[in-house]
T-cell receptor, first 117, second 110 residues
Framework: GAVVSQHPSWVICKSGTSVKIECRSL??????MFWYRQFPKQSLMLMAT?????????EQGVEKDKFLINHASLTLSTLTVTSAHPEDSSFYIC?????????????FGPGTRLTVT | QKEVEQNSGPLSVPEGAIASLNCTYS??????FFWYRQYSGKSPELIMF????GDKEDGRFTAQLNKASQYVSLLIRDSQPSDSATYLC??????????FGQGTILTVHP
């Protein structure tokens, strides 16, 4: 399957600061990437769909000014959590579909665990 | 009604038994169906996908799809303790989104 990486794997930051998370497709080009958030013992919640060269599409209830998404190239999407607060502490996971394999299977990165103190 | 429903479990089976995981979905226009395995603290790993009615086998895993009943299942044969994880059913809906169920916790005990 396609390989998706994320960096960092975990981060601790102070309340009010911003944190950037990178998502890369390593062996394919991804015109679309997805950002999810997962709280403990809950399922994945889609936050936004990241489109290369255009604005991201955010799900209802997700603040686009707080969660900035940039998809500047076919292999890199970034999520910046601005002015982070303790309630933003969560497991953030990106994913992508490999168009070369039909584009229906969606592969996940290893995730980034964010803790805001 | 949730778009994708799974029994949250936990489902406990003895080592060597068959584990049966079930999932129903509400969008009749859905075309693609996936099973992910998620270990605690890790991200989901795609283990099976199925697009046509019937069975699809891959090693110890068999996915079953019945679009008329809007039902998809995953069978794990010869279950091993290493299969203990949360299994997420995901459906690619007709409006273009991959929607996940709540997940079923599977425990395989020696």
């Amino acid at each position: 399957g396609a390989v998706v990486s994320q960096h960092p794997s975990w981060v601790i930051c102070k309340s009010g600061t911003s944190v950037k998370i990178e998502c890369r497709s390593l062996d394919f080009q991804a015109t679309t990437m997805f950002w999810y958030r997962q709280f403990p013992k809950q399922s994945l919640m889609l936050m936004a769909t990241s489109n290369e060269g255009s604005k991201a599409t955010y799900e209802q209830g997700v603040e686009k000014d707080k969660f900035l998404i940039n998809h500047a190239s076919l292999t890199l999407s970034t999520l910046t959590v601005t002015s982070a607060h303790p309630e933003d502490s969560s497991f953030y996971i990106c994913s992508a579909r490999d168009p070369g394999q039909g584009g229906r299977e969606q592969y996940f990165g290893p995730g980034t665990r964010l803790t805001v103190t | 009604q949730k778009e994708v429903e799974q029994n949250s479990g936990p489902l406990s089976v003895p080592e060597g038994a068959i584990a049966s995981l079930n999932c129903t979905y509400s969008d009749r226009g859905s075309q693609s169906f996936f099973w992910y395995r998620q270990y605690s603290g890790k991200s989901p790993e795609l283990i099976m996908f199925i697009y046509s009615n019937g069975d699809k086998e891959d090693g110890r895993f068999t996915a079953q799809l019945n679009k008329a009943s809007q039902y998809v299942s995953l069978l794990i044969r010869d279950s091993q303790p290493s299969d203990s994880a949360t299994y997420l059913c995901a459906v690619f809906t007709s409006y273009g989104k991959l929607t996940f169920g709540q997940g079923t916790i599977l425990t395989v005990h020696p």
